[in-house]
């Protein structure tokens, strides 16, 4: 059984799901509150590609690590979508100073030179999609997001992940049993640090199928649609992860989490979790899961 949404107000009431009337409204919503539900920030909506190229762009954008986003809608089932954002995709890495002029104006120089040209996404926001779809986007070598919504009476909207591919920029997993491996006496700090990295960054994948990994200079984020965990390098002592939830909802705990909400560091993430061994990892096991649900 999907899931049913009911009312309970008054008397209890199924609140069935419905589409938008038209394109143009799931678009104008999404492009109204973007940040909040794609954890893209907005640039520009129906962007022409010129008289050679002929078409529009539905809404461009730039999302939390600094990638370059098309965002495509279809008020229902529509087999074009994804080719449709493909299409477009290719002309923007043909076009890459005038997308960082257009960052420049609307958000700032520092932003236009930190654009993340190793992976650009697709985003595809629609009524639904099919099989051949969801095989389709497993095929290609881009990042590209299917988002299934749907209306809930006149103020919920839902959006569902249907798949995601990272693309490029994937950080490859650990090999089995690597983390298995002996230190050496002479075997530094930092390798020991290395493979702490290298089994968070497994278990963050391993939390589920739409894992995607951008690497980044400053971090490697972890995203579904949105960015839930950033893993700046690692130091000689420990390795640092920023984790997608509220720091009020967690007990703080001395030396392992704390809140940084306000205060500067790389990635996305206001509470801190401070790893220096495999049993730290396990302890915050359930904070990835926490940010990945809310992903």
């Known amino acids: 059984m999907g899931l049913r949404l009911f009312s309970i107000r008054c008397d209890v009431t199924e609140i069935t799901p419905r589409l938008a009337e038209v394109e143009a409204d799931v678009q104008g919503l999404v492009e109204a509150h973007m940040e909040t539900m794609l954890g893209v920030r907005f640039l520009a909506s129906e962007y022409s590609t010129g008289p050679v190229h002929?078409?529009?762009?539905?809404?461009?954008?730039?999302?939390?690590?600094?990638?370059?986003?098309?965002?495509?809608?279809?008020?229902?089932?529509?087999?074009?979508?994804?080719?449709?954002?493909?299409?477009?995709?290719?002309?923007?890495?043909?076009?890459?100073?005038?997308?960082?002029?257009l960052v420049r104006d609307r958000i700032g120089a520092e932003a236009a030179g930190r654009v993340l040209w190793s992976n650009p996404r697709?985003?595809?926001?629609?009524?639904?999609?099919?099989?051949?779809?969801?095989?389709?986007?497993?095929?290609?070598?881009?990042?590209?997001?299917?988002?299934?919504?749907?209306?809930y009476g006149d103020d919920h909207?839902?959006?569902?992940?249907?798949?995601?591919?990272?693309?490029?920029?994937?950080?490859?997993?650990?090999?089995?049993?690597?983390?298995?491996?002996?230190?050496?006496?002479?075997?530094?700090a930092g390798g020991a640090m290395a493979d702490l990295s290298a089994a968070v960054g497994e278990v963050l994948l391993g939390l589920g199928g739409d894992v995607a990994a951008v690497r980044r200079k400053q971090y490697t984020a972890y995203r579904r649609l949105r960015n839930f965990v950033c893993v700046p390098p690692a130091r000689q002592d420990?390795?640092?992860?920023?984790?997608?939830?509220?720091?009020?909802?967690?007990?703080?705990?001395?030396?392992?989490?704390?809140?940084?909400?306000?205060?500067?560091?790389?990635?996305?993430?206001?509470?801190?979790?401070?790893?220096?061994?495999?049993?730290?990892?396990?302890?915050?096991?359930?904070?990835?899961?926490?940010?990945?649900?809310?992903?």
């Open 157 to 188: 909207i839902a959006l569902e992940t249907v798949a995601s591919v990272a693309g490029h920029a994937g950080v490859p997993r650990r090999r089995r049993g690597a983390g298995a491996v002996a230190a050496s006496p002479r075997r530094a």
């Open 122 to 151: 697709v985003v595809c926001v629609a009524g639904d999609f099919t099989r051949y779809d969801v095989h389709a986007v497993r095929e290609h070598r881009r990042s590209i997001d299917l988002v299934r919504y749907r209306l």
């Open 54 to 101: 002929g078409g529009r762009i539905d809404s461009l954008g730039l999302d939390e690590n600094g990638s370059p986003v098309i965002v495509e809608y279809k008020r229902a089932t529509d087999a074009g979508v994804i080719h449709q954002g493909l299409f477009y995709l290719a002309w923007l890495m043909d076009h890459r100073s005038e997308f960082q002029h």
């Open 238 to 295: 420990k390795l640092l992860a920023y984790v997608k939830v509220h720091p009020g909802a967690v007990d703080l705990v001395p030396g392992f989490t704390r809140d940084v909400t306000g205060l500067g560091h790389h990635g996305t993430g206001d509470l801190e979790v401070q790893l220096r061994s495999e049993r730290d990892l396990e302890r915050a096991g359930e904070l990835f899961r926490l940010a990945y649900a809310g992903a």
